[in-house]
């Protein structure tokens, strides 16, 4: 079952603008996590954001959370042409039974960044 | 770093083939996943394990089996190959189980079957 549903699909901005990718999902979650995928590569970590907080930084990342409407953004400043991937959400239920190591990815938003 | 290594980047496999599928973590992670990877389908999970020989199944476990016989080592099934599980499959792991920690994978195995 999908859990996060990632929006837009697909982005394409140029080198330089920010990028926003927002995600909602279903039911209570203990934390939400945004991985990034490179053309046909495994995933990798960018930021893990707890449900107790609502704003988190990494560099150029800045994750947002609203328990309350079920959605997170995840905004890259100043965005590069090496930030052209897949980006996923992905969340671990808070009644998952036990299994709360398990995470439900999105389906992933393309973002392209052009030279 | 943290390194997940899946055996082969690339198979192609015929129809009723038994097919192994090997990832390697060198953390001492006791979480380990194995996903495939569609378009327009997103990530699903097919087998985790918690410790080893412990598995559980994930969301699409139907046609596959796992083994975990070390701690380093969770091996990825096709009993008989069809062409339905022509796919991408990602190996992951992480830290404690029962801990949300963020997961590591592996370059990931392209599969075709033909």
């Known amino acids: 079952s999908q859990q996060g549903e990632e929006d837009p699909q697909a982005l394409s901005?140029?080198?330089?603008?920010?990028?926003?990718?927002?995600?909602?999902?279903?039911?209570s979650i203990n934390n939400l996590q945004w991985y990034?995928?490179?053309s046909g590569r495994g995933l990798v970590h960018l930021i893990l954001i707890r449900s107790n907080?609502?704003?988190?930084?990494?560099?150029r990342l800045r994750v947002t959370l609203d328990t309350s409407k079920k959605s997170s953004s995840l905004l890259i400043t100043a965005s590069r042409a090496?930030?052209?991937a897949s980006y996923f959400c992905?969340?671990?239920l808070s009644d998952s039974g036990g299994s709360n190591y398990?995470?439900?990815?999105?389906?992933?938003?393309?973002l392209t960044v052009n030279p | 770093d943290v390194k997940v290594t899946q055996s082969s980047r690339y198979l192609v496999k015929r129809t009723g083939e038994k097919v192994f599928l090997e990832c390697v973590q060198d953390m001492?992670?006791?979480?380990?996943?194995?996903?495939r990877q569609d378009p327009g389908l997103g990530l699903r999970l097919i087998y985790f394990s918690y410790d080893v020989k412990m598995k559980e199944k994930g969301d699409i476990p139907e046609g596959y089996s796992v083994s975990r016989e070390k701690k380093e080592r969770f091996s990825?099934?096709?009993e008989s190959a069809s062409t339905n599980q022509t796919s991408m499959y990602l190996c992951a792991s992480s830290l404690l189980a029962g801990v949300p920690y963020e997961q590591y994978f592996g370059p990931g195995t392209r599969l075709t079957v033909t």
């Open chain 2, 28 to 35: 001492d992670h006791e979480n380990m996943f194995w996903y």
């Open chain 1, 82 to 84: 090496a930030d052209t």
């Open chain 1, 102 to 110: 398990k995470l439900t990815f999105g389906k992933g938003t393309l």
């Open chain 1, 90 to 92: 992905a969340t671990d």
């Open chain 1, 53 to 59: 907080e609502r704003e988190k930084h990494s560099g």
């Open chain 1, 36 to 38: 990034r995928q490179n």
């Open chain 2, 76 to 78: 990825l099934i096709l």
């Open chain 1, 13 to 27: 901005i140029q080198e330089g603008e920010n990028a926003t990718m927002n995600c909602s999902y279903k039911t």
